[in-house]
Each structure stands twice: as structure tokens, then as C-alpha cells.
């Protein structure tokens, strides 16, 4: 995927999202890298080279692994979600009627 990401800042060597929409870009990125390497592994496979495949293969899964992680820290830090079941903290208004 060639998506803009100019504005994702870099600092301390850690990425810094803006929007939670940019976890989304991620995921959905790594997911792309994810699919590129399984073809890539494929065509190893039928080419008898082990070795190929065998990274290819690797890197299809870390890929896949951290799309998961965007994925699901997009949907953590969705504020569009309630729990109804959820702990009320200090600070809360639901722990302060307690």
C-alpha cells in the first residue's frame, strides 16, 4: 500500500498516531504485507525453495500478527463503544455515586 503516512510522527523511535484511523491504516497495511508475503510463499513453494518459503512464510505471519495489534488498539481506543459491565474508576461519575 503506498498511503500517505507523512502524518504519523516519529519521536523516541516510536510511531504517534493522531486518529484512530491511523490504526486502521496500519492494520490495514500490515494486513497487505501480510497477503504479499503469503503469495510470495506460495510461489516458493511450488518453486521447491525451501528457503524462500520459509521467510516468506515467517514474515507473512508477523505481518498478520501486527495487523491483529492495530486492529484491536483501534477498536480499544474507540470511544463509540460502551461496557456496560465496565469498572467504574476514581474520578468517574458512576464511581462517585458509590
Do not use: C, K, W
Amino acid at each position: 500500500m503506498n498511503a500517505d503516512t507523512s502524518h504519523v510522527a516519529a519521536e523516541t523511535g516510536e510511531e504517534e498516531f493522531e486518529a484512530i484511523a491511523d490504526y486502521h491504516r496500519m492494520a490495514a497495511e500490515h494486513f497487505q504485507a501480510a497477503a504479499n508475503h503469503h503469495q510470495a510463499a506460495a510461489s516458493a513453494d511450488e518453486d521447491g525453495d525451501d528457503a524462500a518459503y520459509s521467510r516468506h512464510a515467517l514474515l507473512a505471519y508477523r505481518h498478520q500478527l501486527n495487523g491483529v495489534q492495530y486492529a484491536e488498539i483501534a477498536l480499544i481506543e474507540s470511544d463509540s463503544l460502551e461496557d456496560e459491565f465496565a469498572v467504574a474508576e476514581e474520578g468517574d461519575p458512576e464511581f462517585e455515586a458509590e
